[in-house]
């Protein structure tokens, strides 16, 4: 049933105490300065937007509210986001560890005649445009 007054499904109307005690909601800049490699706001803003797309295809994203015109995350939702970023380029490995690498050949060895043909050409060239 939706609210007359601003149009919101009551399944979609969730507050911030119903996800995290807001004493423990941080900002994207200080989500990044936590987060491992000091990525920007902008690319922890991008990790809530559009997620990762990790190995196997699966898009992650980072868990995340929006309170008035601010978005804000916490410190357990950046390690949860990282831990199954890893776990779906686990899944992934585990699966090309299954797939044998085919043999590769070892380049032909050249004969006499035809490295030095291929020295001669070269040469040709070389002579050819330093004139």
């Not at 919101?8 to 900002?27: A, C, H, K, M």
């Not at 991008?46 to 804000?72: D, E, T």
């Not at 032909?108 to 040469?123: G, K, M, T, V």
């Amino acid at each position: 049933m939706a609210d007359v007054t601003t149009g919101i499904l009551e399944s979609q109307r969730r507050t911030v105490s119903d996800s995290l005690p807001s004493s423990e909601l941080i900002s994207l800049g200080e989500a990044a300065k936590h987060s491992p490699g000091r990525p920007s706001a902008n690319c922890v803003w991008r990790w809530c937007r559009k997620g990762v797309r990790a190995r196997c295809g699966q898009r992650v994203r980072l868990r995340h509210v929006r309170v008035g015109g601010k978005i804000f995350t916490s410190a357990r939702w950046v390690d949860e986001f990282g831990q199954q970023v890893a776990e779906a380029d686990a899944a992934y490995f585990a699966n090309c560890d299954d797939m044998k690498p085919q043999p590769t050949r070892p380049p032909a060895a050249r004969s006499d005649h035809e490295r030095e043909a291929s020295i001669a050409r070269a040469e040709k060239l070389f002579a050819a445009n330093s004139k």
